[in-house]
Every structure is written in structure tokens, then in C-alpha cells.
């Protein structure tokens, strides 16, 4: 008896213990409201029912496979209307008075992205706030703002994005975005150059001092900031006093001067200004001039009295500071032809052509020494004749030394042009055989010869019976056309006349059509004055390059550009622009229905008119319809090429339209290229800059620079702007003990490799090759 009373106390005990466990392992329930969606795992249990008692994951339309039940869709339901839906569609037949329970297992992600360590999704679970979410995402970054976090929030269908505390409470699917930090830019004259948070009321006085105030060689009053605005980059100048922005980018500047040097020199570049320094001093320092320098003329362009002026000085004068020295290329003549060192030579003054022959070498063997042709560019044109060896030549001239065989030369409208040799009695016309014959838009009819005659070079149109010379250079020209389109019988391009009126013409082109309006027949002509297109009779005369056309009896109207059928179409009384693109299938996929143009006739003369959609189509008109505005992203983004321009187009949404940045993108340096009146302007932009249609996105690939010698981790870095020579140390593991703590800094400056002299304090650039040698004791 005893033992069974302590055998059911001990199997109630074991009960509350079973109860009790089952309780506490049980997930809280979900959010007040919460409807399950893809992705969710639920849990469901049938009291006594083993077989359908089941975990599972929701499919991303929202369905589960379900025992006995098949596929339900429950997306969308609370667990309240799931259990009660289970629980009905149970006692219909499956099992009697079931007792079900559904609850959520595991949640969808939320998702963590921007200045976090590790952005992607995480698993939701209950209570999760914004804050412990970041964590899970590994905590801020340096750049963070940490309270300038939003939410979005997708609720009946419908995106909210708000601002969002800490303590925020998430919802799963929510996308928790945190802000970068607002910046301003330190360059030039401060102690350290490099970006600062940004805060409000912030001067430029005070901006200065976050870099550690101004250098010695800082000039105060110059002080310039640059800054990019809707309209582009602007750079202004500013007080201490005066506001700065985020973004902006402070300059200070510097009193020291320089003297700026280019052209043939060895190394151009600008230079460090001294006191009495003189003209070829200065040459000097650029490492002296070439070879192909004229050292006779020096160039200085100064500034006098707030006039740039150009003054040529000598070697001996006295540069000043902001000086631009100029050395400019010497003069040179050319040698070609049969000659031993065809090129170019120095110009001497009085120099003959023999004595320019001589510095090429002289003539070969195969020269015909007497026939010398010098071509020279003068106020009236191009000129090439034949001299004397004693003549004397000018600067750029061309001295040809041609060859002792007999040579004509070809071009043109002939199949081969060329040069060919010359026999005794050749003809023009052989001469164009030889050439593989002229070609269908050749002009048979006008064949120009240029022939030196008496030393000089003449123009002459002979027939195909005439002889040719020597050296003669036969141009076969393109004939001149007329153009028949519309109503007629072979529309195409026909030879012109002389005299030829409309009439002649049509009959070219096999007369017109039963479907013409013979009465009106159109002709466009491109005079001085611009295009014209009248309506002319049958006897009006034609003119090279004119076009003809003849339309059609019914009235008609034509639909081209970004339409499924473009072509011409039977117009209607009433004819509205919405139908007439109707008529033609409607625009395509590129078409831009609010940009469509009609070019009308009016009083003869071709206009371009303003239309709506409901507007009237006239007999004769053409309704054009552009291309949908564009924008292109290229660089460093997943998918490059061009994209549907919006209003209100932002960088960041174009760059998400190309798929993103890729690994290598610099996403602090993306540039807008934008063509305007004044031509391709290229300005840095901000994420939320507003595009333009036509606006190229520039995306560049992340510049390095390299660290290497006595430091502790040698290799090549990311570069950033702003980055100091002591934080490239500092990121390559500092110096070693063995280190001397003046580093080079081998830079290429104009093409040239260079090492250049850099502080520590100093701000490095792209490619720089940082190297730290060894110290000596």
C-alpha cells in the first residue's frame, strides 16, 4: 500500500516537472497582430496526433505542405487564423475534436545595413531592438552617426520609413539603415590636412583649428572653399567668420611663390621662386632645354596690372614670381623622298635647299636630281613647285626629291588610286583602267589633272583622249546627284544635268506612280540660308544635291521614331496625336510619349510645333517620338550601361539600378559627367545628388599606394583622401626600430618618376611608393 502511494506521488511529481519544462521551453509568442510570411518556420501541434504534429518552413509565395491537408496557403494569417483554419479543416472527416496549437519557431530576418561592421540579415527573435541588432551586426563603424538610424517598414503593403532611437523595438523584414557621418575637408596650409566631423555652426576659423591651426608658411587670408552645389562644384572665397557646410572642401593657402616652366625642357613643372633669379637659371632647374628647343627665343607670360601679357626676354632678364616660362618648339624644314635621312631639320637662316639636302644625308642613286619639288604654306594656300638647288627655303617648308622613274598618280572615285608607272602616248582614259576603271558615283564628265608646268602648278580639265605626263595627278571626282523619293517608279539617287528641270528628272526615275499627287510635287534644297522645302511645278529647274518628292493622293501623315510601325498613314477630319500613335501601335518600350515632336509645313517653310496628346494631327505631318531620357553609369559597378532617366533621379538610386558598387568601387570620389553650352563639365558628387538626363555616373576603382622598407607591415594599402604620411606609417605598423623617421616618397610627377620630399604631417597621393629606409648609426 505504502508503495503505491509513494509510486503516484512520484508519477504527479514527474508530471508538474514534464508540464513545467514544456512551458518554460516554449517560444513567446509573436508580436501583437504578427502575420506569418516566407520564410517564418511554424510549429504545429495536434494533441495525440504525432503524424501531424510538424515544424516547418514557410515557401516564399507564402505556402506549406501540410499532412493529410495538402498545401495550404497561410501567408498573410495570424496564428489565431491558422490554428482555427487547421482546426476546422481537422474535424472535417480527419480527426474528431482536435486540439491544435500554432506558434512561430523561428522568425524571418531583419536586415542591418550602412555604417555597420558586418551589414547583411540577421534571424529575428522577440524583443529585438535597433540596438541589439547592430550589435548582431557587429557594432558601428568610425563613420557612423549613432543616432541617425531609420527603419522601413513594409505594412499592408505599403513601405514607411521613419527615424528611429535605439531602444526601437523591430519587426521581422524590417531594414535598419545607419548613417554615415557628415564630413568637411581640411587641404593646403593646416598642420593636419585630412577629413573632420562636421557639426552645425561650424566657421572656418574653427574648422581650422580641428586640423591644428595654420602652418608657418599658411596665408591666412586666403582661405577658398569648395563646395558642390545642384548647379555643379563651385570655389569661392571665404572670411574666418563665414559658415561651413558638410562636404565642403577647406583650402588654406600658401605664400610661397613659383615659376612655372614648359615646353621643350627636360622636365617641366613648376618651381620654387627665389629672389634675382634669372631667365636661365630658372631653364636650369627644368633640367635645361631640348634639343628641339629654339634657343633664341624665350617666352615669359606674366601678370601687369591684372593684364596677362606675353613678352619675349632674354636668357639674362630677371623672372618673377608666377612667372610662366614658355620654350617653344625651333622652326623646322622637311626632307622626303629620294633622299639617304628622310625627316626634320633645324631651320637655319638663308639656308638653301642644297645645303638643307646635305644635312639629310644627300640624294640616293635612284634620284632625279633635277626635278626638286618644294612645297610651302602661304597666306593664299598651299604651293608646290619645282626649284633650283640654290633656292633658299623658309621655315616648314617640304623639299621632295622624287625618283628617276616616270610616275602618274591616281584619286578619287576610281576603284584602285595610286601611283602607277607612266608610258609614252598613255592616254587618260587606259590611265583610269589601269586604275580598275571609275567608280558609279564617278564623274565621268570632269576629269581633273594637276601638272607641273613651267614650274608651277596648274589645274587643268582635259578630256579622256588627252595624254598624260609624268608626275601627273589625276582626280576623278564624285559626280553631282539629284534625289527622287515618294510616288514615283524607282526612287533613288539620279546624275545631274546641266538645265534639268523637275519633269526631266521624274522621267529618270520611270515617271509617277497611280497613287501620286502629280500637282504637288515638293522639292528641298540646302542653300546659304539653311533647308528649304517648297511645293514647285513640273518645269521648275533642279540644282546639284536637291531632293524630290512626290506624294501621294490621299492625305497622309507620318509617324517615326519609338513606335511599333512607323510609316505613313491615311489622315482622318479629327485626327488627334493620341490615335495617330494608336495608328502606328503605340510607342515602344524606349519610346517617351511626353517628349513627341511634329515638324509641320507652314507657308512652305518646315516648323517644329508644340503638341499634347490631344492635340490635332494636319494632312502632311510628321510626328516624331524620342528615345526615353537616359542616364549611364560606368566604372566600378556590377552591371554598367545606360538607364531610364527618372525625375528626381538620384546618384545613389542610378548606382542601385546598375547593381550596386563592386569591391573595388571608391565610393567617396563619384563623379557626375555632364554636357552643357560650355561643353563635358566633370564634378564630384554626393549620394543624394539629383541626375539629369544624358548625366554619365563615373564610378572610379580605389586607388592604392605602397609602404615598404624598415616598417612592420610592408604592402600596398587602400588609399583615402585626406590620408597624412604619418597615418600610411601608422597603417603599415609603424616604424621599426632599425627605421629612419624621414621617409621618400617616390611620386610620379608629369609622366616622371620622381622622389619627392614630404612631411609627416603632409597629405600623400595615389600611387605614392612610401619607403622607409634603414637608419645608419
Known amino acids: 500500500m505504502g508503495t503505491r502511494v509513494i509510486s503516484c506521488w512520484l508519477a504527479v511529481l514527474l508530471l508538474v516537472l514534464t508540464t513545467w519544462h514544456a512551458v518554460a521551453g516554449e517560444t513567446k509568442g509573436p508580436p501583437a497582430g504578427y502575420r506569418i510570411g516566407p520564410n517564418d518556420v511554424i510549429r504545429i501541434q495536434v494533441f495525440g496526433e504525432e503524424d501531424l504534429s510538424v515544424e516547418a518552413r514557410v515557401s516564399g509565395d507564402g505556402k506549406l505542405d501540410y499532412p493529410l491537408l495538402g498545401v495550404l496557403q497561410v501567408g498573410g494569417k495570424t ?39 558586418t551589414p547583411g540579415g540577421f534571424p529575428f527573435e522577440d524583443g529585438l531592438t535597433a540596438q541589439k541588432a547592430v550589435t548582431m551586426a557587429g557594432g558601428f563603424t568610425d563613420k557612423a552617426v549613432r543616432n541617425g538610424l531609420t527603419i522601413t517598414r513594409r505594412s499592408e503593403g505599403h513601405e514607411q520609413t521613419f527615424n528611429a532611437p535605439l531602444t526601437t523595438p523591430l519587426l521581422p523584414d524590417d531594414m535598419l539603415v545607419v548613417a554615415q557621418l557628415q564630413k568637411f575637408y581640411l587641404m593646403g596650409e593646416v598642420m593636419r590636412p585630412g577629413p573632420y566631423p562636421f557639426e552645425e555652426q561650424l566657421t572656418a576659423k574653427k574648422a581650422v583649428s580641428f586640423g591644428g591651426g595654420y602652418t608657418d608658411k599658411a596665408d591666412k587670408k586666403t582661405l577658398k572653399v569648395t563646395r558642390v552645389t545642384e548647379s555643379g562644384a563651385q570655389t569661392i572665397a571665404i572670411g574666418p567668420d563665414d559658415l561651413i557646410l558638410p562636404s565642403d572642401i577647406l583650402a588654406v593657402g600658401s605664400h610661397n611663390y613659383k615659376v612655372y616652366i614648359s615646353g621643350e625642357v627636360r622636365a617641366p613643372g613648376a618651381y620654387p621662386y627665389s629672389e634675382n633669379i634669372s631667365l636661365q637659371k630658372a631653364l636650369t632647374l627644368a633640367g635645361g632645354v631640348t634639343e628641339k628647343a629654339d634657343r633664341k627665343e624665350m617666352t615669359v607670360r606674366r601678370v601687369v596690372g591684372g593684364q596677362e601679357q606675353t613678352l619675349v626676354l632674354p636668357l639674362e632678364a630677371a623672372v618673377q614670381p608666377e612667372d610662366l616660362i614658355v620654350v617653344r618648339e625651333g622652326q623646322k624644314v622637311y626632307v622626303t623622298g629620294e633622299v639617304k635621312t628622310p625627316g626634320r631639320y633645324a631651320y637655319e637662316a638663308g639656308a638653301t635647299v642644297q645645303r638643307v639636302l646635305t644635312l639629310a644625308g644627300g640624294v640616293t642613286e635612284k634620284a632625279e636630281a633635277s626635278v626638286i619639288k618644294l612645297t610651302r604654306i602661304t597666306a593664299a594656300g598651299v604651293e608646290t613647285r619645282v626649284v633650283a638647288s640654290d633656292a633658299a627655303v623658309v621655315p616648314e617648308d617640304i623639299i621632295l626629291v622624287v625618283p628617276k622613274s616616270d ?123 539653311g533647308v528649304e522645302t517648297t511645293v514647285v511645278a513640273l518645269d521648275a529647274a533642279v540644282v546639284p544635291e536637291d531632293i524630290i518628292l512626290v506624294v501621294p493622293k490621299s492625305d497622309r501623315f507620318y509617324v517615326s521614331g519609338e513606335v511599333k510601325n512607323p510609316g505613313g498613314y491615311a489622315h482622318k477630319e479629327g485626327l488627334s496625336l493620341q490615335k495617330a500613335l494608336a495608328m502606328a501601335g503605340g510607342a515602344t518600350e524606349k519610346g517617351d510619349v511626353e517628349r513627341v515632336q511634329v515638324v509641320r509645313i507652314v507657308n512652305h517653310q518646315e516648323e517644329h510645333v508644340a503638341v499634347t496628346l490631344e492635340s490635332l494631327v494636319l494632312p502632311e505631318d510628321t510626328i516624331v517620338v524620342a528615345e526615353r ?110 627605421a629612419s623617421k624621414t621617409p621618400k616618397v617616390l611620386r610620379r610627377v608629369n609622366g616622371q618618376e620622381r622622389t619627392v620630399e614630404v612631411a609627416l604631417d603632409a597629405p600623400i597621393q595615389p600611387d605614392d611608393i612610401i619607403v622607409v629606409v634603414q637608419r645608419f648609426f
Open 629 to 738: 531620357q537616359k542616364v549611364y553609369v560606368t566604372g566600378e559597378v556590377r552591371t554598367p550601361g545606360r538607364y531610364t532617366y527618372e525625375a528626381g533621379l538620384s546618384v545613389q538610386k542610378a548606382v542601385s539600378m546598375a547593381g550596386g558598387f563592386t569591391e573595388k568601387a571608391d565610393k567617396l570620389d563619384v563623379r557626375v559627367e555632364r554636357r552643357g553650352a560650355g561643353g563635358v563639365t566633370t564634378v564630384p558628387v554626393e549620394p543624394q545628388a539629383v541626375l539629369q538626363p544624358e548625366d554619365l555616373v563615373v564610378i572610379p576603382q580605389a586607388r592604392r599606394f605602397y609602404v615598404n622598407g624598415e616598417v612592420k607591415k610592408p604592402g600596398d594599402f587602400w588609399y583615402e583622401r585626406g590620408l597624412t604620411l604619418h597615418m600610411a606609417i601608422t597603417m603599415a605598423g609603424g616604424f621599426t626600430e632599425k
Open 79 to 117: 496564428t489565431q487564423d491558422l490554428q482555427a483554419l487547421l482546426t476546422k479543416r481537422l474535424s472535417a472527416g480527419y480527426v474528431r475534436s482536435p486540439k491544435v496549437t500554432v506558434s512561430i519557431a523561428r522568425h524571418r530576418n531583419v536586415y542591418v545595413s550602412g555604417e555597420v561592421k
Open 407 to 529: 610616275q602618274f598618280y591616281i584619286s578619287g572615285e576610281v576603284k584602285t588610286p595610286g601611283s602607277y608607272a607612266h608610258k609614252e602616248g598613255l592616254s587618260l582614259q587606259k590611265a583610269l583602267a589601269m586604275a580598275g576603271g571609275a567608280t558609279e558615283k564617278a564623274d565621268r564628265q570632269a576629269l581633273t589633272v594637276r601638272r607641273v608646268v613651267g614650274g608651277q602648278e596648274q589645274t587643268l580639265v582635259l578630256p579622256l583622249e588627252a595624254a598624260v605626263q609624268p608626275e601627273d595627278l589625276i582626280i576623278v571626282r564624285e559626280g553631282q546627284r539629284v534625289y527622287v523619293t515618294g510616288e514615283v517608279k524607282t526612287p533613288g539617287r539620279y546624275p545631274f544635268e546641266a538645265g534639268a528641270t523637275v519633269q526631266r528628272v521624274l522621267t529618270l526615275a520611270g515617271g509617277v506612280t497611280e497613287k501620286a499627287e502629280a500637282s504637288v510635287v515638293k522639292l528641298t534644297r540646302t542653300t546659304a540660308e
